[in-house]
């Protein structure tokens, strides 16, 4: 620290120097961290790995080094960060599953699709790819500018040449302070064939670069399923996404039974994840169709996904798994990046390629410059030796007799500095005749280059078509091949597919069992005798409901929700079921007040225990979230008590007072949600039961084995919200009509 600052206090106000130092660390952030550079399209880390294993001689043709000896050059040279997270750039950067054209070349462990880990450094080698080498051509004929490393005690490149086309063919994702880029992986081939029909017609719109290069090309394959009008808006505009779909294929095995065998998986899905989603989803009873899922992977992707019937249409399943799992995905589109002056930008795509051109200009003007400099020092030592090849016998006599020989050469032969030194320098073998034919040749061919350069330098047409040239070269290079060729194939806007889930479940008679503490199961059939079920200890039977798999249950509950319940789903076999709390979301406080068939256009009355009740439709009724759905709102201290189906002209209410009260049905509204209205009045006590029934044919209710009729109810008929009489001889002293 200079002696001037020590001792320096200066004062200033928190919020001046909070946003000055959080400006500060933000663009630190945007610039030399997260966004890449739109010229060779990598982030500082990148680069400089790059740049490192190039300094290592790392070349595609060179042998393998320890990736610990890589990390350690550029942490202590060029990269002041965490080892872990350079190495995990660098693991990127080799992976073919991550990076479309990888940089490096990695021998060991390098990771897998499924998401484990590569190996430690120390285990692993690498060095770089032909593609990597295609980014560093010219680096060495001053095609770029060089800065200090942090350090000051090295030169590290601003940014590289970048003669491949690496922004868009490897993409890019980043989280700045206040921005982010997501730039999917293209095809090299298709954006090389872009860039030379916009050096070709430089008024090209982007829908004529679209022709060339139609969209992403994605490492791990899979359909790109985006409309062409999404495609064209997104890439004109640098924002938008891609809807990506797994690419599968049916197989058919014997018998008529057939599975899907899944070959490609959407990008950055780790497939480990994917099993563990579509498993959790078959556990929660989400994919209905699917009956099991294998993954039969080795280096190439194979899940096989069975149905659970043969009566599944393929792609009535698959449209399933597309809608709730990740073998659809949707990768962004937000092409912000840094241009040539550092400024970070969301492009789209004619400009980002307009400005990759113009970098390619600037980068091949100066390694033009660099080239003819270099010629014209050439051209100026050869000059000088064929000045002396005449005179040959006065050169040796000045070398051997005079003290400095140098000064006398120069005066001697009016030669340059340059050109007296590169004599003396020559050696003697160098004197014989055919020595000076190669001088000759040499400086012929020389002057003949140099004019060439000169003409490129003074012809912008001619620096686009040696630049439409050298595009071609990493065309036909990248463009084909195991590496180059498309693997995400354009498969356009899938036609919806409404699937009815219902319609591929096996038509069989079964018989809901729910014991008394909750548990609930299916057994195929009627069941004979009641009392042979077996329950746990401590439990009994509570319901039977006979049904077929294809119906839908009605769960409603003391908390005076409706829950919808699929038969089919229902845990079949000898067990003890399955809790109902896992099938519905009911917490330990809640209880089932019943559980029946639903039914299209059948009405219930439902009530709560302090007697307050309304007529609500099966339609309102029906809820398919495990959430249910609200039908009877009630107030602190009540329950949902009675849930009955509407029979009949009239309704029958018994409290636990013993006071019957009968009243016409049509004095209790019908509404979806609510308290409802009171229907019996109680000074003490709550509802003990509630019927519906047709006043013509009299109030039944069991007594014992037997069961009793009353006729004659003109004493309990009343008004709804009275509190009713007590019940005729013979009622049960239940106080339930049975």
């Not at 014997?254 to 899905?269: A, F, K």
């Not at 249950?553 to 079921?577: I, Q, V």
């Not at 009949?648 to 636990?656: L, M, Q």
Request: charged share 30%; with cysteine; aromatic share 6%.
């Amino acid at each position: 620290m200079p002696d001037d600052l020590i001792g320096n206090v200066e004062n200033t106000s928190l919020r001046e120097a909070l946003s000055q130092r959080y400006l500060a660390y933000a663009m630190s952030t945007i610039t030399a961290r997260s966004l890449p550079d739109l010229r060779d399209g990598l982030k500082p880390v990148h680069r400089r790995l790059v740049y490192a294993m190039h300094q290592l001689r790392l070349d595609p043709t060179a042998g393998f080094k320890k990736c610990a000896r890589i990390v350690g050059d550029v942490m202590g040279k060029y990269h002041p960060h965490g080892d872990a997270s350079i190495y995990d750039a660098m693991v990127r950067l080799a992976q073919d599953f991550s990076a479309r054209f990888p940089l490096v070349e990695g021998q060991g462990n390098f990771g897998n699709i499924d998401g484990d880990n590569a190996a430690a450094m120390r285990y692993t080698e690498a060095r770089l790819t032909d593609v990597a080498k295609a980014l560093l051509a010219g680096i060495d004929e001053d095609a770029v500018d060089f800065r200090p490393t942090y350090d000051g005690e090295e030169a590290e490149p601003v940014v590289l040449p970048g003669a491949f086309p690496n922004l868009l063919a490897n993409g890019a994702a980043g989280i700045a302070v206040g921005m982010a880029t997501s730039i999917p992986p293209h095809n090299a081939g298709e954006v090389c064939a872009a860039a030379i029909h916009l050096i070709r017609n430089p008024k090209a719109t982007t829908a004529d670069l679209l022709a060339h290069m139609p969209g992403p090309d994605f490492p791990t394959g899979g359909l790109l399923i985006e409309e062409p009008a999404s495609i064209l808006a997104a890439y004109e505009t640098g924002r938008g996404g891609f809807r990506l779909r797994a690419k599968w294929e049916l197989e058919k095995g014997r018998m008529g039974t057939w599975s899907i065998v899944v070959t490609e998986i959407p990008y950055q899905v780790q497939k480990s994840r994917l099993i563990e989603q579509i498993a959790q989803l078959m556990e929660e009873k989400k994919l209905p169709l699917l009956g099991d899922i294998r993954d039969e992977s080795t280096e190439l992707v194979r899940l096989v996904l069975e149905p659970k019937t043969r009566l599944v249409e393929p792609d009535a399943l698959m449209a399933t798994l597309f809608r709730v799992t990740a073998l659809e995905s949707r990768f962004p589109l937000n092409m912000n990046v840094l241009t040539a002056d550092r400024t970070p930008r969301v492009l789209g795509l004619r400009e980002v390629l307009t400005q990759w051109l113009a970098h390619r200009q600037e980068v091949l003007m100066r390694r033009l410059r660099h080239r003819l400099a270099a010629i014209e020092r050439r051209l100026e030592i050869l000059d000088g030796f064929l000045a002396v090849y005449l005179n040959l016998d006065e050169v040796i006599r000045i070398i051997r007799h005079e003290d400095e020989p140098k000064p006398a050469l120069i005066r001697t032969f009016t030669l340059t500095d340059t050109q007296a030194e590169a004599i003396l320098n020559m050696r003697l073998r160098s004197l014989r005749r055919l020595e000076e034919m190669e001088i000759r040749k040499e400086h012929k061919a020389l002057t003949r280059e140099r004019k060439d350069v000169t003409g490129l330098l003074a012809s912008e047409d001619g620096r686009w078509e040696r630049i439409a040239a050298e595009i071609g070269q990493m065309r036909e290079k990248f463009g084909g091949g195991a590496l180059g060729t498309r693997r995400t194939h354009l498969a356009g806007a899938p036609a919806d597919i409404v699937v009815d889930a219902d319609a591929y479940v096996e038509r069989e008679a079964i018989t809901v069992i729910l014991s008394d503490k909750g548990w609930v199961r299916a057994i195929k059939g009627a069941v004979a005798n009641p009392d042979d079920l077996k329950f746990k200890e401590g439990d009994r039977l509570r319901l039977l409901v006979a049904c077929e798999t294809t119906d839908r249950l009605c769960l409603f509950a003391t908390n005076g929700r409706a829950y919808t319940l699929k038969a089919a789903d229902l845990p079949r076999g000898r067990g003890d079921g399955q809790a109902i709390r896992l099938l519905a979301d009911l917490t330990n406080e809640d209880d089932v007040t019943t559980l029946f068939v639903w039914r299209e256009g059948v009405r219930y009355l439902v009530a709560s225990s302090t007697g307050r009740g309304f007529v609500v439709k099966s339609d309102d009724m029906q809820a398919e979230k495990r959430t249910g759905k609200q039908v009877l709102n009630l107030k602190p201290g009540e329950e949902a008590a009675f849930c009955v189906k509407v029979a009949g002209d009239h309704v029958a209410v018994v409290g636990s007072n013993r006071k019957l009260l009968v009243f016409p049905l049509d004095q209790v509204p019908e509404m979806a949600r609510g308290g409802g209205v009171i229907l019996q009045k109680y000074k003490d006590g709550e509802m003990a039961d509630i019927k519906t029934f047709a006043i013509a044919d009299g109030l039944t209710w069991k007594l014992g084995d037997k069961t009793r009729t009353e006729p004659n109810l003109r004493d309990w008929l009343g008004d709804r919200a009275q509190a009713g009489r007590l019940p005729p001889n013979g009622f049960p002293k239940s106080g339930r009509f049975g």
